[in-house]
């Protein structure tokens, strides 16, 4: 690799102000891949990545070897001329290494879920017309139906070793040495011969899917500018520079997931440290946030729930902040998170909106309220984030395209609708699905919530989830985070069933705690005569099941719940 001298000269010529005619001097493109020579420029021998690696050794790497990598990776790209370039990996270094160096290249990135169907992956790969695959070796296989389809579509294999050259080393990082090298070839031009600075702020950086659990998966078109606005809320909005230390932020979220809610970017901003984790594992989870600088980490509730629920789980000395989103968490969750020193920042959003959209905003006067009101508080969706523009909920009975407010008095029911900055340009090569989510001039998310009196949101459930019971609204919501106050409830799934007399009803299925017994119709018991849950809420039939049906990023399936409510128990 080049010199540190060289490398640095190199980053800092990339930082001078850009001399492009198609802008005036006040203005420049805005891309977040320009926060990595910046980090490794300002402090080159900061920690930027920990691995525990496929072989099982530590991997320790400082900014401006991400940064070296990173420009490797982009330089080979461009020497092969490959601009759309699929990933398919878990939480490693090259996943990191390669959001940066597919940018840098001029590139777009298709990052896909590793635990969908064969059938799945294929389907976007080949629809997003990718022209390469960066493929972690343990995941290779599901592009067996792929590599039939598509002989002539080259794999980078990583291999996710401590090496990076020589025998336990493997194609990708010999092609970021190949690109070092192509580098020097052209004058060790470094990161000025590269695009850390878009040429166009609204080109397209990434195209992330959505899970497509009823339909196909949507590609969802994220630009250059777009990115950057969205990771400068989260380093806002999620505190990532509000301590005097270095941000260190564990990767529990996928980082497929939405560009992994545009953290790899809002991480690097702020030259934190990012940990990098190929699986979620809750013993080793718990040990680094004892042994490493853990001050950050993304999740679901689910996988916040079953954190709390390990055995390894106690009181951190220091208090790590916690963005909590993907699906509603409940109050008695983010209590017992509170009493671990785990602190939840509750954010909302959606895939078509680079992850994060609103936050709860924790206010002072909370304090003084009862406990579960004040987590309760803390639990809602809350207002847009500061670089956006302020969210709306909308009356659903209207014509298409017609936006009306509801009432924030906490009861209207309403459609959560987005403006401005950080939603996402369209989806990929489907002008009806996009001129639907962009109806009115908003972004619809389909889910249904109330506008309180603050203007803080509180969602009571997708459209499709709530339940019509003798005329009542019944939030599934609601009703699962009302079932899991029960001391032996773990977790809670509520969909809605037939019922001849009252047209729908609840059913509920529960996972119980470990070391626990519970049956179901105890339960309803406890429901009906200890609770605070409405009569007409109360479920007639609770199942206990082992495990929940999730997606990837820990959102309970309820599309499989109505399924096993049927008895059809064949998709878990």
């Known amino acids: 690799m080049s010199p540190p001298t060289a490398r640095l000269l190199s980053l800092a010529s990339h930082l001078l102000p850009s ?75 090259a996943f990191l290494e390669a959001i940066f160096g597919i940018a840098a290249s001029g590139g777009v990135n298709v990052a896909v879920n590793y635990r969908l169907k064969v059938e799945d992956v294929t389907y976007i790969f080949e629809f997003a017309e990718v022209e390469v695959i960066i493929v972690d070796e343990e995941y290779i296989h599901l592009l067996d139906d792929f590599r039939s389809k598509n002989p002539s579509i080259p794999f980078i294999i990583d291999t996710d070793t401590d090496a990076t050259e020589g025998q336990l080393s493997g194609p990708f990082d010999e ?3 190949e690109g070092l090298n192509y580098d020097i070839q052209l004058g060790s031009k470094g ?50 520079n509000y301590h005097t230390g270095r941000c260190g932020y564990l990767w529990t979220l996928p980082m497929f997931h939405a560009m992994g809610w545009t953290f790899p970017w809002a991480v690097t901003a702020v030259r934190g440290t990012h940990y990098c984790l190929r699986k979620i594992d809750y013993p080793l989870i718990w ?8 001050t950050h980490f993304n999740a679901a509730p689910t996988v916040n729930t079953l954190l709390c629920a390990s055995k390894e789980a106690s009181k951190l000395e220091k208090p790590v902040r916690v963005t909590v989103a993907a699906s509603p968490p409940t109050a008695h969750l983010f209590e017992q998170m509170t009493n671990l020193n785990l602190f939840p920042v509750h954010v909302y959003g959606l895939t078509e909106t680079y992850g994060p959209i609103t936050k709860g905003y924790h206010m002072p006067e909370w304090e003084e309220l009862p406990i579960r009101e004040k987590y309760a508080r803390m639990a809602r969706q809350g207002h847009g984030f500061i670089t956006g523009l302020p969210i709306r909920i909308v009356k659903p009975d209207q014509p298409e395209g017609v936006l009306i407010d509801v009432q924030k008095d906490g009861k209207e029911i309403g459609e959560i609708i987005f403006f401005g900055n950080i939603c996402a340009k369209e989806y990929l090569k489907d002008e009806e699905a996009t001129r639907k989510m962009f109806a009115g001039g908003s972004l619809h998310s389909g889910d249904l919530a109330v506008w309180h009196e603050d203007g803080s949101a509180q969602i009571l459930d997708r ?20 079932l899991v106050q029960h001391p032996d409830v773990l977790e809670a799934g509520v969909v809605s069933v037939a019922d001849s007399h009252w047209g729908e009803r609840p059913k509920a299925f529960i996972t119980v705690q470990s070391g626990k ?54 998709e878990k």
Not at 193 to 201: K, M, R, V
Not at 220 to 239: F, K, Q
Not at 287 to 294: A, C, G, P, Q, S
Not at 542 to 560: A, F, H, I, Y
């Open 19 to 93: 001399t492009s005619p198609s802008y005036p001097p006040h203005i420049h493109t805005l891309s977040p891949t320009s926060f990595l020579p910046r980090a490794a420029a300002i402090e080159p021998s900061a920690p930027a990545i920990f691995h525990v690696t496929a072989n099982n050794k530590i991997l320790r790497r400082d900014y401006a070897e991400f940064a070296d990598r990173s420009r490797g990776l982009a330089y080979f790209l461009k020497k092969h001329g490959f601009k759309r370039v699929g990933i398919l990996a878990p939480n490693t270094p």
């Open 175 to 177: 092609a970021v040495l």
């Open 191 to 240: 990161w000025e011969g590269l695009n850390a600075q878009a040429d166009d702020e609204d080109d397209t950086i990434a195209i992330p899917f959505t899970s497509g659990t009823t339909a196909k998966p949507k590609g969802v078109v994220y630009t250059h500018r777009g990115a950057y606005l969205a990771a400068l809320g989260n380093v806002i909005e999620s505190g990532l």
């Open 287 to 294: 040990k680094l946030l004892r042994e490493e600088n853990i």
């Open 463 to 482: 459209a499709k989830d709530i339940i019509i019971s003798g005329g009542e609204n019944i939030s599934s919501v609601a009703l699962e985070s009302m």
């Open 517 to 570: 017994s519970l049956k179901g119709e105890d339960l309803i018991e406890w429901a009906k005569h200890e609770s605070s849950i409405s009569k007409f809420m109360v479920p007639r039939e609770v199942e206990v099941v082992e495990e929940l049906p999730k997606t990837s990023t820990g959102k309970v399936k309820k599309n499989v719940l109505r399924k096993w409510a049927k008895g059809d128990y064949s």
